[in-house]
Every structure is written in C-alpha cells, then in structure tokens.
C-alpha cells in the first residue's frame, strides 16, 4: 500500500505555514513511530534548512532534480536523500530547492514523479509548498494530496485576497475547490485588535473543516537560531502545540491501533481521550 500525502499551504506568505508542516510532521512521527517524510516544496523561499541550523545541505530538492526528470527517482533513493537527526527522532526531511533561478524549470512530471516516490518511502508524507500557485510543486501536491490543508490567521489581509486570487481561481482550473481544505486557524499569544473569528474566516474562505492552533511565542526565536529541532525536542509541550493538526491526521490514519502499541502509556491515554471528545 502506498502512503498518505497531506499538502500545506498558507493563504499568504510568512504567516507560519512551513512551521506549523514541519511541526506536525515531527509531532506524528514521535507519537507513533510512522515512518514520515517531509518535503519542502517552496521553490523561491526554501528556509527548511535554515530552521534546522544546516547552512549547507548535502542534498536539496535541486540535487535529485536529475532523477526526477529520469523518473528513476525511487522511495528508497528518496530516502538515502533525506536528512535525519537524533533530534527529529524518525522525521526525514528533503531540504528544499535552493537554486531560486531554476524554480521555473520544474515540471508537472517532476513532481508528480517526487510524489510518487514519497508515498512509496514513507507512511504519511507531508508537503510544504507556496502560497502562490504559479508553480508545479503546488499545484501538484494539492491535487494529489489526500489532506489538504490551508492555513492562515485572523487578520483580514492574510486571508482574503490571496486565497481567491489563488487558492480559489487558480485552483479551481485544476479542480480543487476550498471545500476540499481543512482550514488551520494560527493564533499568537495576544489576540490582534480586529481579528476575525473563526465562523467569518471559514465564510469568506469556503472552508468547510477547520482546526486553531496557537503558536508559542519562544519558536520564533528558534527559527531564526536555527534551533528548531532542539526546540521541538527538549519539552513535551513544545511539539503539543502541534495536536490540534496532527490529530486531524492521525484519527483519520487509523492511529488508534498505533497507539495502543506505544511504550509510553500517558501518550496513548491522552490521545484516547482526545479521540472521544471529536
């Protein structure tokens, strides 16, 4: 059988989106010994490797470019590729395309041949594309995903414009349409004077499913030290605060099985009991 593929995009840039994918990648791939890839798909603004404290990559999205248009890329070379570290447990990670002059050049096929590899290499892959949709990698990983995920905040600039310039136009001529998302709500610490809820968000947005998530403050620091992997790590509440969206994957991965399997107890107990109240 071949893996799931959940696809992230914001609304618009620099809001969190890549750090709310790489977070729930990690947090699925600590609670249940999934075999879980993750793949930065940001063509113009990889940053993957810089979160992760790596200034020079030995493999990124360009470097296997050349099997990609071979079609020899294969789920094991995929992971051969991957980066890895003690830190982010059993995550493996395709540090994105770093040549921004070459982001042009990749085709439907490409990434549909990236895709197809990543199912066969791993249980749940998780794909980190542009809010914009004027490049293959996007429009690819949100046709084929089977999770798709749109997320933004409460502030009216980051979720209007952009999603029905692009997720609604340019995304309907491919036939995805906003009902197919599940809409990640993010919050900061302090709720912004003006935001808007929820139940507004999700009517000027289309999005029928819907999560929140509150992102804690300390992470941004993290990124910009490239200590995110030491941050998830170091405390259990760190990597919770990605629950809210790797829940959502996990109930509909048949997890509950997983879980009953785990060595840690307290982990399984709170994921049951969270279970019970969907």
Not at 40 to 53: D, F, I, R, V
Not at 91 to 120: I, K, S, T
Not at 150 to 161: G, K, M, N, Y
Not at 177 to 190: A, I, K, M, S, W
Request: proline content about 3%; hydrophobic content about 40%; glycine content about 8%.
């Amino acid at each position: 059988m071949t893996g799931r593929l959940a696809a992230f995009a914001g609304s618009t840039p620099n809001i969190g989106t890549s750090l709310t994918a790489i977070g729930t990648a990690y947090r699925i791939a600590a609670t249940t010994g999934l075999r879980v890839g993750y793949l930065c798909l940001n063509l113009k603004s990889a940053k993957t490797h810089l979160y992760l404290g790596v200034d020079k990559p030995e493999v990124t999205l360009e470097g296997v470019r050349p099997e990609l248009r071979a079609r020899t890329l294969t789920g094991e070379k995929l992971r051969q590729y991957a980066f890895r570290s003690p830190k982010l447990g059993g995550l493996h990670v395709l540090f994105g395309n770093m040549a921004r002059e070459q982001a042009e050049y990749y085709e439907p096929e490409d990434m549909n041949q990236l895709l197809a590899a990543a199912r066969d290499a791993y249980d749940l892959t998780i794909a980190d594309v542009s809010a914009y949709w004027d490049n293959a990698a996007t429009i690819c990983a949100m046709r084929e995903a089977d999770d798709k995920f749109l997320v933004t905040t409460d502030r009216l600039s980051h979720f209007q414009e952009d999603v029905h310039r692009w997720t609604g136009q340019v995304g309907s001529m491919f036939g995805i349409v906003p009902e197919q998302f599940d809409l990640v709500l993010l919050h900061g610490n302090e709720r912004m004077s003006g935001g808007y809820r929820m139940r507004e968000i999700r009517k000027e947005t289309g999005c029928i499913a819907f999560t929140e998530m509150k992102l804690v403050e300390s992470v941004h620091l993290q990124l910009d030290s490239g200590r995110l992997d030491e941050w998830l790590n170091e405390q259990e509440r760190n990597a919770a605060s990605f629950d809210p969206v790797a829940d959502t994957l996990l109930h509909r991965m048949n997890w509950t099985e997983r879980l009953q399997k785990t060595e840690r107890p307290w982990l399984r107990r709170l994921m049951l009991h969270r279970r019970t109240r969907k």
